[in-house]
């Protein structure tokens, strides 16, 4: 079939737009790159030097191609090394994130255990008792004012319950230290810091001065301290680990993972658990708040639900339209909202030659509200997840990603989601504080530009 397609040239962005766009990804990457895409298609290359290209594509067929057809020829931890001056490969090391081929595959076969259905309904208890002291929280907060910071409550909850079920749950930790470190850094990786190291070292070089990037060194000494106490006390037995330490500690004493390993894969832990988790519960409170009647018939879903089984655990309600919900949401504001790849070899993409090294970038975020696939585009609509709307839509819709490197923790997150989401709704209403919808933002991870807060009542 490829060869029956006619070779095409793909789109270059033009030298002197490059500037423009480079600011604008600086800005705002999820409104950059839309723009781009809206000026030269679904494809295109972003040449910063001759004998790089950075390829974005927007299409779902090019995505099945990338991420699933052909994706032994796509690598993700390649394309980050080599994007990332920022230096994200020297925090994640050698992590299930950034590892490729043989050595992704040993770590995949390690870590599945931790997400399977035994695994995964372990974690219940720690989700249970997170939950009860926000509940307890938030109850007592809005005695005095109703405004709940929802997006930095989240986080800091999910963060604890990641450390809680994955590294261990008898050592009492420094959240606030782990988390401030942890945001610092992944600040200083994401594709913002990229482009104003870029522009930076341009804008110097003609001077003589080479510009280097080291703003994130210092996050890292923090988080490698942290880590590297965890992994003495783990192999120095003094705490019972739990999780994902639980299973490097065994590796560790059949001396096939190293202390190395273990450092790497917490960071990767820290980095891809929680804060994706917590940013797609904020989004989905948000949607309860702002749509009041789809908050009033998930409460009454709920209700029925209850009232037909009153013994059944919240994590085993069928519950069809907080389902639908969650999609419309990761739809709307998928966390990951960019995937990067390096072209082992030149390849085609329908008929658009891929050069070997090419990094190329989906933006999920952009994909997701492609005018061509979703008629609602940015708006609000819990029908595209109904059963034949959604038909042929796979590739247009992948918050979780696609193929062998697809979120591995994707059953554990939609388990908390759930778990979280009823227990708040049984105990609040909420509502949100601005009619206006909140601006949006990404490092990483898709944000408000401002921390969402949502106004809370106690039912
Ligand atoms: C709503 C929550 C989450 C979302 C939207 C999400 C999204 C994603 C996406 C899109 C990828 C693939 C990126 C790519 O292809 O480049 C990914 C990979 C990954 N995620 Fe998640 N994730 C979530 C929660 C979690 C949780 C709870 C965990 C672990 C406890 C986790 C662990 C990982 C890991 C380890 C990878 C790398 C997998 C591999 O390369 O084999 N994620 N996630």
């Not at 800005?27 to 895409?37: H, R, T, V």
């Not at 595959?105 to 035994?118: I, M, W």
Request: glycine share 4%; with cysteine; charged share 25%.
């Amino acid at each position: 079939m490829e060869n029956a397609i006619q070779p095409k040239t793909i789109p270059l962005v033009p030298s002197h737009k490059i500037p423009v766009h480079g600011v604008g990804l600086l800005k705002n990457p999820l409104k950059a790159i839309s723009k781009m895409i809206d000026s030269y298609g679904d494809i295109f290359n972003l040449k910063l030097a001759k004998d790089s290209n950075i390829i974005f594509v927007n299409h779902p067929d090019y995505v099945k191609h990338i991420l699933k057809d052909k994706q032994e020829n796509y690598s993700r931890g390649k394309a980050v090394k080599q994007s990332s001056i920022t230096g994200l490969h020297e925090f994640l090391g050698n992590g299930i994130f950034m590892s490729d081929d043989e050595d992704w595959e040993a770590q995949h076969k390690l870590l599945k255990g931790l997400f399977s259905v035994t695994a995964i309904e372990s974690t219940l208890p720690i989700i249970e008792d997170e939950l009860a002291k926000l509940m307890a929280k938030w109850t007592n907060l809005i005695k005095h004012n109703s405004t709940v910071e929802t997006e930095e409550e989240m986080l800091l909850m999910m963060m604890r319950i990641m450390l809680r079920t994955q590294v261990s749950n008898e050592l009492s930790f420094d959240y606030k230290a782990i988390f401030d470190a942890l945001t610092g850094r992944v600040e200083a990786s994401s594709v913002k810091a990229l482009f104003r190291y870029q522009l930076k070292a341009f804008t110097l070089k003609p001077l003589g001065i080479n510009y280097k990037y080291t703003k994130h060194q210092e996050y890292l000494v923090t988080l490698n301290a942290i880590a590297d106490k965890l992994v003495s006390g783990l192999i120095n037995e003094e705490y019972k680990p739990s999780g994902l330490f639980a299973i490097m500690l065994a590796d560790y004493k059949l001396q096939r993972t190293t202390r190395t390993d273990i450092r790497d894969q917490f960071m990767n832990f820290v980095f891809a658990a929680f804060d994706t988790t917590a940013t797609a519960i904020t989004w989905t409170l948000y949607h309860l708040a702002a749509f009041p009647n789809v908050q009033q018939q998930i409460n009454q879903e709920l209700a029925a639900s209850i009232e037909k089984d009153p013994d059944a655990h919240i994590s085993n309600r069928q519950l069809p339209l907080l389902q639908l919900l969650f999609k419309e949401t990761l739809r709307l504001y998928p966390p990951v909202w960019s995937y990067a790849r390096e072209a082992a070899e030149d390849d085609v993409i329908n008929g658009y030659p891929i050069p070997a090294k090419s990094i190329v970038v989906i933006s999920s975020y952009a994909l997701h509200r492609h005018p061509a696939f979703w008629a609602s585009g940015d708006n609000f609509d819990l029908s595209n997840f109904e059963k034949d709307n959604f038909k042929g839509k796979t590739f247009a819709y992948i918050p979780f990603g696609q193929g062998k490197r697809m979120c591995v923790g994707r059953a554990l997150a939609e388990y908390q989601m759930q778990i979280i989401v009823e227990g708040i709704l049984q105990q609040f209403q909420l509502e949100t504080i601005s009619k206006k919808k909140p601006e949006i933002n990404a490092n990483i991870i898709i944000k408000g530009t401002e921390s969402v807060r949502l106004k809370l009542t106690k039912k």
